[in-house]
């Protein structure tokens, strides 16, 4: 029996990369496709943003207009969402990528009555470009369609680490990882673990988030079917 009917899958351009950091590794890409294959034969629509952070991030050029550098994360987006859609047709799964910013020769332009109409004929649904707007994450772009098409929880697979934890595991051993934190510890702690305005967001329309590592991404399965996985963020 699965735990969810309907969720927002957001997976980092990290994620999509392996041990590199960059690029596109095509077997993660493969392992994430097949699990995404299995929880939609189980009947779970499923929505996935997907970051570009493999191939650039806007945030992080020092030397550039902020403006133009988030345009160019959000290209690396769609490219991401391309080479998941075409692992996932490859499965034989029925996708549509859809793009904020429009591309009509590649993907479908965002439009949320059409996006919600796929998911209920049992599409998986991309969504990429980010919001389509700079000085926004695709973390936020996660919280904002979770709301606009009124999904159950946000699933937020994590590169290097399994979870949120009181500090970084990695410098500090003696971290504590949580079990379960509302949105307001997230704020209060300044945990990196999502930015701020995706917590708020969160808070404000009541969209659980679970943090998750995709290292395996058979979690994702895991977590579909009830196990206890990650840190759950939700209200107090």
């Not at 990196?192 to 998750?212: E, G, H, Y």
């Amino acid at each position: 029996m699965c735990k969810y009917k309907r969720i927002v899958l957001k997976i980092s351009g990290e994620a999509l990369s392996g041990s590199t950091g960059h690029g596109i590794n095509s077997e993660i890409v493969n392992r994430i496709s097949g699990v995404i294959k299995r929880i939609n034969e189980m009947g779970v629509e499923v929505a996935i943003v997907v970051g570009g952070g493999n191939f650039w991030r806007g945030a992080g050029a020092k030397d550039m207009d902020r403006t133009t550098s988030d345009y160019m994360g959000m290209l690396g987006t769609i490219i991401n969402g391309l080479a998941l859609q075409d692992a996932l047709e490859k499965t034989n799964v029925e996708t549509r990528l859809q793009t904020a910013i429009e591309m009509r020769q590649i993907a479908e332009p965002y439009i949320r009555r059409r996006a919600v109409r796929h998911l209920e004929k049992g599409r998986v649904v991309i969504f990429s470009g980010g919001s389509g707007n700079p000085y926004f994450s695709t973390d936020t772009t996660a919280a904002l369609r979770a709301a606009e098409i009124n999904a159950e929880i946000i699933l937020l697979a994590k590169n290097g680490v399994d979870g949120v934890y009181s500090d970084d595991p990695k410098k500090n051993p003696d971290s504590e990882k949580y079990e379960e934190l509302n949105y307001i510890d997230i704020l209060n702690k300044g945990l990196k673990i999502m930015d701020s305005t995706a917590t708020s967001l969160c808070m404000d329309n009541r969209i659980p988030i679970l943090v998750f590592g995709i290292e395996n991404p058979e979690n994702i399965e895991k977590i579909i079917l009830g196990e206890n996985i990650g840190t759950i963020i939700k209200e107090a």
